[in-house]
């Protein structure tokens, strides 16, 4: 008999993260799966719902070697292909086992950049992002139970409690945040080697409580394009295309990032990050992370971006719901903590501060730091 976290997080996704209707096709994508259990609970519960599931497998080590060994125009047609079919199925889940997170770190530059802007950009940026109900996540394995630091089992644990929380209840402690932001105009950030500020006003204002990721936990906008003014260094530990970096310092100028530094980590791979196309060294978004039981950093943006006193800050492409106008092949959600065992930190909105060290100081908005 299968774990019974396996059925309850099965439902949320069906029910509360894609809502699928009768009639309506799901795209189940499978990266490196240690077993079936959450595919067929999503097929079942898909039917039953009156809804038809369409299954994809991949391994990862096979993706690496069609971009390694693909042509341009071979991508293309991937990309095509796969965009075609994208454009049939209404909702989609994408469950990530991701045995090796470095798989394609030794992908050069070029060959990355061709699968960014042919595959991943006219199949998941400019189709499933913008046109179908999705949402993706990490599922446990051995693997990202090293990232974390924790044994097999007691990662187990820790990935359910986080990703079965109560997503109806955090929604509702999400809308004071959401009427806080709509209402702001300039942001300023400060701490340790960091002091931003930027504009958010006339941007739209996104709740995230498990609808297009799990776990969740986050509040996004982006700034206005060329508003960003200052510096800042990221104290989050964090893989982009197959490689790891530490300690991202950025410094921004009219919006635009003028220098790009790392403590730790290839710095020429991370110039050719930036100078991917014109709309890398401007940012996409913006946004608080409040998931009260993610407390720690493990190199997984989908946990590592809802961390409880943190925020993130995105250079490359802007999502629809949020639009600053930016456009670009990256989008790389780079993460500070803000709790006072990080280095602590401010927030202000319009020049009052609404957070400080990582909690809350505002009486409707403290109800997002409890569990």
Request: proline share 5%; aromatic share 8%.
């Amino acid at each position: 008999m299968p774990d019974p976290r396996w059925e309850t997080l099965a439902d949320i996704l069906i029910d509360h993260s894609v809502r699928l209707q009768a009639g309506e096709t799901l795209l189940i994508e499978c990266f490196d799966l240690v077993d079936s259990t959450l595919p067929r609970l999503l097929i079942q519960k898909a039917a039953e719902r009156g809804g038809t599931a369409l299954v994809e497998t991949r391994d990862a080590r096979i993706v690496r070697e069609l971009v390694l060994r693909g042509s341009a125009e071979a991508i293309e047609r991937w990309g095509r292909i796969d965009r075609a079919r994208m454009d049939q199925v209404q909702a989609y889940l994408g469950l990530r086992g991701a045995w090796n997170i470095s798989e394609m770190g030794d992908v050069p530059a070029g060959k990355l950049d061709a699968y960014n802007a042919l595959y991943q950009k006219p199949v998941h940026f400019e189709r499933r992002v913008t046109h179908t109900k999705w949402c993706v996540l990490r599922l446990p394995n051995a693997s990202m139970a090293q990232q974390a630091g924790m044994s097999t089992g007691a990662f187990e644990d820790f990935y359910f409690d986080v990703c079965t929380l109560d997503y109806a209840k955090m929604a509702a402690a999400l809308e004071p945040l959401v009427r806080r932001m709509d209402a702001a105009s300039e942001v300023r950030i400060t701490g340790p080697e960091t002091d931003l500020a930027f504009s958010i006003a006339g941007i739209p204002v996104i709740p995230c409580a498990g609808n297009m990721n799990i776990p969740d936990g986050e509040v996004f906008t982006a700034p206005v394009r060329d508003s960003i003014e200052g510096h800042i260094r990221f104290n989050t530990p964090t893989i982009y295309q197959g490689a790891s970096f530490d300690g991202v310092r950025l410094e921004f100028q009219k919006g635009k990032v003028v220098r790009a530094e790392c403590a730790g980590g290839d710095a020429e791979k991370l110039q050719r990050i930036f100078d991917a196309d014109d709309g890398a060294r401007y940012t996409g978004e913006w946004s608080i992370g409040c998931n009260p039981r993610i407390l720690s950093p493990m190199r997984d943006i989908l946990f590592d971006e809802k961390i409880a006193g943190s925020f993130h800050l995105t250079p490359g492409n802007a999502y629809d719901e949020a639009d600053n106008g930016n456009r670009s092949k990256i989008h790389w959600d780079l993460v500070q903590i803000q709790r006072p065992e990080y280095g602590g930190g401010v927030i202000a909105f319009d020049g009052v501060p609404i957070r400080v060290d990582g909690k809350f100081v505002v009486d409707d908005l403290k109800a997002l730091d409890l569990a």
